[in-house]
């Protein structure tokens, strides 16, 4: 719930803080850091700094109760009910004796954490503002688990773009991260071998690095392509390996089935569970029992997740039935929809899940990810998600990013504002935020770039863009014959090209984010090549228009000669500018064939004049 007072607050005189005694060191730091940039910043540690003369900044957890209901009573707040799990009430405003406060109560650590963030961004992330609007907000998340599984096949991330990728998954309020790459090798096909010592360190410290940012690490393991479900050695395995992420101070765990066979292939298994449609069910769900009865209940506060073989069919099957029939119910289960790429998720859908499956839900989203499609980027919103799945019982959602961790960002940006309040999720409103958010004062040409790659399976576009139809409308100019028309819609359309041209640049110069660059890099080639090509295209037909063939001939040159660069992945380019080149080379094959036909009719008719010259003679 948001109330704006219609006042502005201006932050014009000293800062004073007040931090409770049940705010932890680390959310206190935080909201000196946020406050820091203001030179009338004043860093005291006080009970008590009523003036007019200053802003009071106070920082509070919800128990510590005498100072929560003297603040809420002061900004004539009636505090009724304490903030739910990750939680916290923002106020910025002025008190019943008229002095400017700012009041953050948190329900936990993550929620002062929450509130902390949502200050920040209002008194704005690159450059503090003074003037901001007053405002009361009650705030909580509708989804438990909200947040990234790093479950592509392709080369997994590297330390550093998970790092940056999970503070700025925190900064969204999003809370989970899931380690599960697909091309980790002892994630997958060695699962039963522990990392090697450096490798352990680094995921202790990427693990100490995720916590301190307000967000769970799941660990996940995917022993489903040669485990034995009734092998103890490989139970002892998955709980040693799993042992050692415990003592890193990991304390959710998973296990997952998805892209296996569906038979049995040990001779072992076959023989105590059998071979007919429910036998790979009834043994996966044996392993994890018993895991779950080895080690999450002998590890207080550990949590169990998994992922069945069939995570995306529709309806029930032999197999999904007897999967949930027997999985110990305190498992949360992952689906991904109706498909592996699910257009669209309903509450039907979600209904007719959770009959199937009758466990905790978890939607395991695979947008915007693209290791099926590498040449594509999906920059667009995320969009098809009903608003209420979250009060229909969902318990979380988890999205799988793509292979370019920084260009995830801008999906990502959309998705935590749908799991933070899915019934106020707006997509148009929340893909505008992310843009302005991440490209900073880069805002306008990373949206031309994002809006060239928004089309992707869950929302294909087929409506024609600004620039196709610029493009179609020269075409159809030129075909009509409209020459006085001609030249002001060409310099329409070389304004659009040029823009295109110059978004590499702009972004390099100014969204401060050099990772982004250099992924993006074989796009940003293929674009500014298309764009570059489509310029020579149009300028070629305004030749032709003007009846310049060497002009002519040596546009079309160029654009034959020139190839776009050998890179890897190999790149879809802007479809509007193929085409266009496309159409522009048709035409001017057409005209050349004219000029070719005109040229030899010339010479028949001075062949056949000068013969008749001299006939005369």
């Not at 799990?85 to 400017?100: A, F, Q, T």
């Not at 009834?282 to 080690?295: K, P, S």
Request: glycine share 6%.
């Amino acid at each position: 719930m948001i109330y704006l007072s219609g006042k502005d607050f201006t932050i014009d005189i000293p800062i004073r803080v007040v931090i409770g005694r049940n705010v932890s060191t680390e959310n206190a730091t935080l909201f000196r850091e946020i406050l820091s940039p203001y030179p009338s910043f004043v860093p005291i540690k006080k009970d008590r700094a009523d003036s007019k003369d200053q802003i009071k900044a106070v920082l509070l957890h919800v128990s510590d109760l005498s100072l929560v209901n003297r603040e809420t009573k002061e900004m004539g707040v009636s505090f009724h009910a304490v903030p739910v799990r990750e939680g916290y009430i923002l106020m910025i405003g002025y008190d019943v004796h008229g002095h400017k406060q700012i009041v953050i109560v948190g329900a936990d650590p993550s929620g002062i954490y929450y509130g902390e963030q949502t200050l920040s961004q209002i008194l704005g992330n690159e450059r503090r503002r003074t003037r901001i609007p007053a405002a009361l907000l009650w705030d909580w998340p509708t989804l438990s688990y909200r947040g990234i599984i790093e479950g592509f096949y392709g080369k997994p991330w590297s330390q550093a773009k998970r790092m940056h990728l999970i503070e700025f998954c925190s900064h969204q309020k999003m809370n989970t991260y899931v380690y599960a790459p697909k091309d980790d090798p002892f994630h997958r096909n060695l699962w039963r071998i522990p990392y090697s010592p450096a490798t352990q360190k680094e995921l202790g410290q990427l693990i100490s690095f995720t916590r301190q940012h307000h967000m769970r690490f799941v660990f996940a393991l995917s022993p489903g392509n040669s485990v034995s479900y009734t092998s103890e050695t490989d139970l002892l395995a998955m709980i040693q390996k799993n042992q050692a992420m415990w003592d890193e101070g990991v304390r959710d765990f998973a296990i997952f089935f998805d892209d296996i066979g569906h038979h049995l292939t040990h001779p072992v298994d076959r023989a105590r569970f059998g071979n007919d449609s429910g036998a790979l069910a009834r043994a996966q769900a044996d392993f994890l029992n018993q895991f779950y009865t080895r080690f999450i209940q002998t590890h207080p506060g550990a949590e169990l997740i998994t992922v069945p073989t069939d995570y995306y069919q529709s309806g029930h099957t032999p197999y999904r039935d007897q999967f949930a029939r027997e999985v110990n119910k305190h498992v949360s289960i992952c689906w991904t929809g109706d498909g592996v790429i699910a257009k669209s998720v309903s509450v039907k859908d979600l209904t007719l899940a959770k009959k199937i499956f009758r466990h905790p839900l978890l939607l395991w989203d695979n947008y915007p990810v693209n290791d099926y499609l590498p040449s594509r980027l999906f920059l667009g919103p995320l969009e098809g998600r009903a608003g209420n799945l979250g009060d229909q019982g969902l318990v979380g959602m988890i999205s799988n990013p793509m292979i370019e961790a920084e260009a995830s960002k801008i999906a990502l940006h959309t998705i935590a504002d749908y799991t933070w309040n899915p019934l106020g999720y707006n997509a148009k409103q929340a893909w505008e935020n992310a843009l302005r958010d991440i490209g900073g004062r880069a805002y306008t040409s990373l949206r031309l770039f994002a809006w060239a790659n928004r089309s992707s399976p869950i929302a294909c576009i087929d409506a024609p863009s600004r620039l196709d139809h610029k493009l179609s409308e020269f075409l159809s100019v030129y075909r009509a014959g409209k020459h006085s028309k001609l030249d002001l819609v060409a310099d329409d359309v070389r304004g659009e090209l040029q823009s295109l041209q110059n978004v590499p640049k702009d972004l390099a110069l100014h969204m401060n984010n050099p990772d982004f660059i250099q992924e993006m890099l074989p796009w940003f080639r293929v674009m500014s090549k298309n764009a570059f090509l489509s310029q020579v295209a149009l300028e070629m037909l305004l030749a032709q228009r003007d009846g310049d063939l060497r002009k002519v001939e040596k546009l079309r040159n160029i654009i034959q000669h020139q190839k776009v660069d050998n890179i890897k992945p190999v790149v879809v380019p802007m479809p509007e500018l193929r085409n266009f080149m496309r159409e522009a080379c048709a035409e001017n094959d057409r005209w050349l064939g004219q000029e070719s036909h005109m040229r030899h009719l010339n010479r028949w008719f001075l062949t056949l004049l000068q013969a008749s010259v001299r006939a005369a003679r």
